[in-house]
């Protein structure tokens, strides 16, 4: 045995060196062979991928008999002298990991420095660790047809494996606490628990075994260690992480730019135009300089920069134009990694035209790639260079970093460890695309987009809720104006929502990029004691408050509250659910309790206006903090402190909803001096008071387009309250705000609970009266009783007295009523001449005598227009019909042809029976419809979609006209 203060040399029985060095207080580099020689730097130094680091002086050496151990403050490594088996410890002194038979290792180097032989035989490498019962292992990249849970699979980190191989990372974390780096750039072989269900076993055809063996607790924990082994993700642009779409690739610049305008047209939010590797005039060697195709992106040579150039144009509208490049494919490890000094003045020329980022590609699709036969006794696999699209793309980041002085967005198909120091990655489709991108996310790769399956709903929703987003054309016709006018409309919705969320998108990719954790979080990530959770394949968390279900409609919800994010419905975990997805939405969207979510309003593109006006959604239960993170989005700043930091909390206790709104730490250039947040508070009763900064504001009706200074409104129909609270940059102190409640969801009993769904909590009082009013117009009696008995238990739950007791039947004789007068009728006329009933048109002391009148008087209501004969049931169908379609255009006559009916008939026991006209009572509920969207926050062009009006102008003619207001305004 040999030592130094930077590492350890044990020499066993057997004749293998093992070579241990203690890089930081948690983590053993471990080199072996059969010389000796550790040629410097190892494998995954040499590429940059992990950083030289120096020695650890924090550790000791003890010996014990024929064992030694290196201990750390964090972790210790035993080796047995004799065998050079390894066994590490956490700080507590518990065992993590074991190998359980002498590791095996090749010569490791080519040549004699240390005095062998030149052609020392090389075997390669095998080692093996120990399984516990219950371990599960994660990582290991992004392979098809293999589930987040690695134990019982057999992966090779290479790409042609028989196998579509994305991105292989040779990379292990244990839930039992410990992570394993293989520092190695040719295939090997994990078998975990595959061959033999107790271990997992790592082997290689050439070089020496080595790797990085850390010890860290949780996965995330793990994940943090790897991100401080090999370096933080690249942090993309912020407008990288709106949406992308990437052209036909037979598209010249006329066809570009159409598809670009008409995301503009339709009001589609989007940033990044690509194009495929067929914009240059010659396949693109590294070798010589390439130029645009002379007939299909044709630029005069005298003016080749400027506004007039198609790339001009672009940037005008506020694109930001990426092109793609095949990486080099010579079928030689020593030419793909060997590349010209200088390649990348070839792409200069086209970042100084407007060029902001490069797709990089393969020449085979990774699907044919994967399936190359190689001959049984070839080893070119041996030498195939894994890491050449991260080197590649180091150095297009690097020579983009000195040109522009900004982050260029650079994407790839194929990767390996590192690749997301300088790139995000991207794939094709897969059967459930979103294991692509949690694979990755387990394997320290945050920035990972699978094409969007365009579509499906299904595929919408799940392709929005990834790291960034991206639509690709290809070889296809993958636009979303080519899909039906209600995948369109979803499409929209979807798009919208995207861009509105990007201010909390950002903020957690700064969060990957400082501790590993990635934005699209597996649900082992976020919930590892949750033996329910741990298992979910079909769902995971964005970011830290969204729980997103992709291709499924089984949702389990860990403990605690959750808010359904579609419809406002509470459910409480843990528990299973089977999930109606509604018409406007494409997937389950749950909201965790004590969220905070930060939202910009509506942009075509990131940071179109200044970001001096952000929401702030926030969703009561329990504690929560957010920290939202803000930089100039485009240049390196942020690595030096340019960036602001803002700490939001919130808690709920005692009936009473606070929220501490952090001042803004630090700056960057072109940061807003002011700031306005529009406070939304989901999911509330009408509160009894409002406190900011200790001094009460005053309640508004929330119809003002500027609301006077220290008010705040409450919105019924949506269940929101809306206040506005002015922000400067140099305030030094929190503002804090206090919501008293004064009713609703808080104030349930136990028994009422009880007698509730065991996982759902009851709507708002808000939409369980619209149920109410569907009920009641559409006869349907189950829905309106089931709706009033909720709705009652809610307002009656903790009623301080009498007079609470009678405002609430008073409330709701009101809305019976006017149901009544739109069928032209009044409550005494439907009671008639049953004095029982009249009798109930009176107050009560009693809360079971008020409840059981109203009752009976929804019952007589709807019994009253059965009685009416065949035509109320014609009405009832004609009704249901609208309110099941109000997102599109409804037409007497269609309407008429549907239910086998003349048009002027239906007209006219439309009027009989409603009291209105068909076209009145459309218009009613259209109106309806559109103020509560946008009182819930919807955009003007999202109202305009559900409720219809194909004419944005038209819509704010007709809405301006049935309010008194413009939709701005009453959204404001």
């Known amino acids: 045995m040999r030592s130094s203060r930077a590492s350890v040399v044990v020499l066993t029985s057997t004749g293998l060196h093992v070579r241990i060095e203690p890089i930081a207080s948690h983590t053993f580099h471990v080199r072996m062979n059969q010389t000796g020689c550790f040629e410097e730097p190892s494998a995954l130094a040499r590429l940059g991928i992990v950083a030289p680091s120096p020695a650890s002086d924090c550790w000791e050496m003890k010996m014990r008999e024929e064992v030694m151990e290196l201990i750390t403050e964090s972790a210790s490594l035993r080796v047995d002298r004799r065998s050079g088996e390894l066994s590490l410890y956490g700080s507590a002194g518990t065992l993590l990991t074991r190998q359980n038979r002498p590791p095996r290792s090749g010569c490791g180097t080519s040549a004699g420095p240390c005095g062998t032989s030149a052609g020392a035989s090389d075997d390669g490498f095998e080692t093996q660790f120990v399984l516990a019962a219950e371990e599960r292992i994660y990582g290991l990249g992004d392979q098809h047809d293999t589930p987040l849970m690695k134990r019982g699979c057999k992966i090779a980190i290479c790409f042609r494996s028989g196998k579509e191989v994305h991105a292989p990372v040779p990379l292990l974390l244990s839930s039992e606490g410990w992570g394993l780096l293989m520092d190695n750039?040719?295939?090997?072989?994990?078998?975990?628990?595959?061959?033999?269900?107790?271990?997992?076993?790592?082997?290689?055809?050439?070089?020496?075994?080595?790797?990085?063996?850390?010890?860290?607790?949780?996965?995330?924990?793990?994940?943090?260690?790897?991100?401080?082994l090999t370096g933080p993700a690249a942090l993309l642009p912020v407008w990288a992480y709106g949406l992308s779409f990437n052209c036909n690739q037979q598209a010249e610049a006329r066809d570009m730019l159409e598809d670009a305008l008409k995301f503009r047209r339709e009001g589609i939010p989007c940033d990044m135009i690509g194009l495929e590797p067929t914009w240059m005039d010659r396949q693109f060697d590294y070798d010589g300089p390439v130029d645009w195709h002379p007939d299909r992106f044709y630029i005069p040579q005298w003016l080749p920069k400027g506004a007039h150039t198609f790339m001009g144009a672009l940037g005008t509208a506020g694109f930001k134009l990426t092109l793609g490049l095949y990486l080099r494919d010579d079928g030689e490890a020593g030419k793909q990694l060997h590349l010209p000094e200088d390649w990348y003045e070839y792409l200069k020329p086209f970042v100084a035209q407007g060029v902001l980022g490069f797709n990089l590609c393969t020449h085979i699709p990774i699907r044919e790639m994967a399936n190359i036969p190689v001959a049984a006794d070839d080893r070119s696999e041996d030498a195939e260079s894994l890491p050449h699209s991260t080197v590649v793309s180091r150095s297009v980041r690097e020579g983009f970093a000195t040109q522009t002085g900004r982050r260029p967005m650079i994407y790839t198909p194929v990767?390996?460890?590192?690749?997301?120091?300088?790139?995000?990655?991207?794939?094709?489709?897969?059967?459930?695309?979103?294991?692509?991108?949690?694979?990755?996310?387990?394997?320290?790769?945050?920035?990972?987009?699978?094409?969007?399956?365009?579509?499906?709903?299904?595929?919408?929703?799940?392709?929005?809720?990834?790291?960034?987003?991206?639509?690709?054309?290809?070889?296809?016709?993958?636009?979303?104006?080519?899909?039906?006018?209600?995948?369109?409309?979803?499409?929209?919705?979807?798009?919208?929502?995207?861009?509105?969320?990007?201010?909390?998108?950002?903020?957690?990719a700064h969060v990957a990029v400082r501790t590993g954790l990635p934005i699209a979080r597996a649900m082992p990530l976020v919930f590892p004691d949750d033996p329910h959770a741990v298992v979910q394949q079909n769902q995971y968390m964005f970011g830290d408050a969204l729980l997103v279900a992709a291709f499924t409609d089984q949702v389990y919800l860990p403990a605690g509250e959750w808010y359904d994010y579609w419809t406002g419905e509470k459910f409480t975990g843990p528990a299973d659910i089977s999930y109606h997805v509604p018409r406007h939405a494409g997937g389950p969207l749950f909201v965790r309790a004590g969220a905070i979510v930060p939202m910009w309003p509506d942009m075509e593109y990131a940071n179109q206006r200044p970001a001096d006006r952000l929401e702030l959604h926030v969703y009561p239960g329990g504690m929560g903090e957010f920290t939202l993170y803000e930089d100039d989005g485009t240049t390196f700043g942020y690595q030096h402190g340019e960036l602001a930091v803002t700490s939001i909390a919130s808690r709920y206790e005692r009936r009473v909803f606070a929220v501490e709104l952090g001042p803004r730490v630090g700056r960057y250039p072109d940061m807003p001096e002011s700031r306005t947040w529009e406070v939304v508070v989901h999911a509330l009763d009408k509160p009894a008071a409002v406190k900011v900064d200790g001094k009460q504001w005053r309640e508004t009706n929330g119809s003002f387009k500027k609301p006077p200074p220290a008010s705040w409104s409450y919105h019924r129909k949506t269940g929101t309250l809306r206040l506005l609270v002015p922000d400067v940059f140099e305030r030094q102190d929190s503002?804090?705000?206090?919501?008293?409640?004064?009713?609703?969801?808080?104030?349930?009993?136990?028994?009422?609970?009880?007698?509730?769904?065991?996982?759902?909590?009851?709507?708002?009082?808000?939409?369980?009266?619209?149920?109410?009013?569907?009920?009641?117009?559409?006869?349907?009696?189950?829905?309106?009783?089931?709706?009033?008995?909720?709705?009652?238990?809610?307002?009656?739950?903790?009623?301080?007295?009498?007079?609470?007791?009678?405002?609430?039947?008073?409330?709701?004789?009101?809305?019976?009523?006017?149901?009544?007068?739109?069928?032209?009728?009044?409550?005494?006329?439907?009671?008639?001449?049953?004095?029982?009933?009249?009798?109930?048109?009176?107050?009560?002391?009693?809360?079971?005598?008020?409840?059981?009148?109203?009752?009976?008087?929804?019952?007589?209501?709807?019994?009253?227009?059965?009685?009416?004969?065949?035509?109320?049931?014609?009405?009832?169908?004609?009704?249901?019909?609208?309110?099941?379609?109000?997102?599109?255009?409804?037409?007497?006559?269609?309407?008429?042809?549907?239910?086998?009916?003349?048009?002027?008939?239906?007209?006219?026991?439309?009027?009989?029976?409603?009291?209105?006209?068909?076209?009145?009572?459309?218009?009613?509920?259209?109106?309806?419809?559109?103020?509560?969207?946008?009182?819930?926050?919807?955009?003007?062009?999202?109202?305009?979609?559900?409720?219809?009006?194909?004419?944005?102008?038209?819509?704010?003619?007709?809405?301006?006209?049935?309010?008194?207001?413009?939709?701005?305004?009453?959204?404001?």
């Open 415 to 508: 990767g390996y460890t590192g690749i997301q120091k300088y790139a995000a990655v991207w794939s094709g489709g897969r059967s459930k695309a979103h294991l692509s991108v949690l694979g990755l996310g387990l394997s320290g790769i945050p920035h990972m987009a699978v094409d969007m399956e365009l579509h499906t709903a299904a595929g919408i929703h799940c392709g929005f809720f990834q790291p960034w987003s991206k639509v690709n054309s290809w070889a296809y016709w993958r636009h979303p104006l080519l899909l039906d006018p209600e995948l369109l409309l979803l499409f929209k919705t979807y798009a919208r929502l995207r861009y509105q969320l990007l201010p909390y998108i950002y903020s957690a």
């Open 185 to 228: 750039d040719r295939r090997h072989e994990f078998d975990v628990g595959c061959s033999s269900p107790d271990v997992v076993r790592i082997r290689g055809r050439r070089g020496e075994l080595a790797f990085y063996l850390f010890a860290g607790g949780s996965l995330a924990e793990l994940l943090q260690k790897y991100t401080e």
């Open 735 to 972: 503002i804090g705000l206090e919501i008293s409640l004064s009713g609703g969801r808080g104030r349930m009993s136990e028994q009422q609970r009880s007698q509730s769904r065991p996982n759902v909590v009851q709507r708002t009082v808000g939409e369980l009266e619209k149920d109410i009013e569907v009920g009641l117009e559409t006869g349907n009696t189950a829905k309106t009783l089931s709706a009033l008995e909720r709705w009652w238990s809610l307002r009656t739950a903790e009623a301080g007295s009498v007079e609470d007791v009678r405002e609430h039947w008073l409330a709701m004789n009101g809305l019976l009523v006017r149901t009544a007068e739109r069928k032209g009728r009044t409550l005494h006329e439907i009671a008639g001449g049953d004095p029982l009933l009249r009798s109930r048109f009176q107050p009560t002391d009693s809360a079971e005598d008020a409840y059981k009148s109203l009752t009976q008087i929804a019952t007589r209501i709807i019994e009253y227009g059965k009685k009416q004969g065949d035509t109320y049931g014609i009405i009832r169908q004609a009704t249901d019909i609208i309110m099941s379609e109000i997102d599109r255009e409804l037409l007497l006559y269609a309407i008429a042809d549907r239910l086998h009916l003349n048009s002027s008939y239906l007209s006219r026991i439309f009027k009989q029976e409603i009291g209105l006209s068909f076209s009145d009572y459309v218009l009613e509920k259209k109106m309806g419809r559109a103020k509560e969207l946008l009182l819930a926050g919807s955009t003007v062009a999202t109202a305009a979609d559900q409720t219809g009006f194909k004419d944005a102008s038209y819509f704010n003619r007709v809405f301006r006209k049935y309010w008194g207001v413009t939709p701005g305004g009453m959204r404001s």
